[in-house]
């Protein structure tokens, strides 16, 4: 069935180090989507990509949506504690566009 | 403020217990969703609505069931067939189904079998 696959499952950085997480998808994707979840909260929207090839910044986050639009990642620069969290990518279902299917997610932690 | 609010936060369930887990939105979104995540997982769908007095089945329905009599409302009942439901229970809603539009989730509420 489709998937959606995120690595790494965890990353340790020390503060003011890049992070980055890949998102790889079984199929075409007509968008992507990123959340980010704080450790004992709920998952927060970030951003959607929807052309192929896409890249859009929030400050210090940069997202791209590959040219084939199977795959995706999301690069920190200068990670800082406040990006501690789990970041999840999601795709949505072939045949069944209003689901989605997220990727297991990445774990960041940032030590001072 | 707009948003989902999901009740109570916390939740322990006695074996061979249904409980109902609450979720209202003032959003005015058409679409509505539960998911279920196990630690060190994603999300799994459990349920949807894709509007008022519809609702589907997603991956992991065995064990649950729902209702959306109100555009506002989309309570999950967990009953004594879901054979493991200690978890974290996410409610989420989205502008109109099946159109590309960001989630938004409420915060949340941990049911724990006792």
């Known amino acids: 069935g489709q998937q959606v696959m995120q690595i790494p499952q965890y990353q340790h950085v020390q503060e003011g180090e890049d992070f980055t997480t890949y998102c790889n998808s079984s199929?075409?994707?007509?968008?992507i989507q990123w959340y980010k979840q704080r450790p004992g909260g709920h998952p927060v929207f970030l951003i959607q990509?929807?052309?192929?090839?896409e890249v859009k910044k929030q400050k210090r986050l940069t997202f791209q949506f590959g040219e084939a639009k199977k795959n995706s990642s999301l690069h920190i620069t200068a990670t800082q504690t406040t990006d501690v969290g789990t970041y999840f990518c999601?795709?949505?279902?072939?045949?069944?566009?209003?689901?989605?299917?997220f990727g297991q997610g990445t774990t960041l932690q940032v030590k001072p | 403020d707009g948003g989902i609010t999901q009740s109570p936060k916390y939740l322990f369930r006695k074996e061979g217990q249904n409980v109902t887990l609450s979720c209202e939105q003032n959003?005015?979104?058409?679409?509505m969703y539960w998911y279920r995540q196990d630690p060190g997982q994603g999300l799994r769908l459990i349920y949807y609505?894709?509007?008022?007095?519809?609702?589907q089945k997603g991956d992991i329905a065995e064990g649950y069931s729902v209702s959306r009599e109100k555009k506002e409302s989309f309570p999950l009942t967990v009953t004594s067939a879901q054979k493991n439901p200690t978890a974290f229970y996410l409610c989420?809603?989205?502008?109109?189904?099946?159109?590309?539009?960001?989630?938004?989730f409420g915060s949340g509420t941990r049911l724990t079998v006792v």
């Open positions: 609505s894709q509007i008022v007095n519809d609702f």
């Open positions: 199929t075409t994707l007509s968008n």
């Open positions: 959003l005015n979104h058409d679409a």
């Open positions: 989420a809603s989205s502008i109109e189904y099946g159109r590309p539009y960001g989630y938004t």
């Open positions: 990509l929807v052309k192929s090839g």
């Open positions: 999601a795709g949505p279902v072939v045949m069944a566009t209003g689901k989605l299917i």
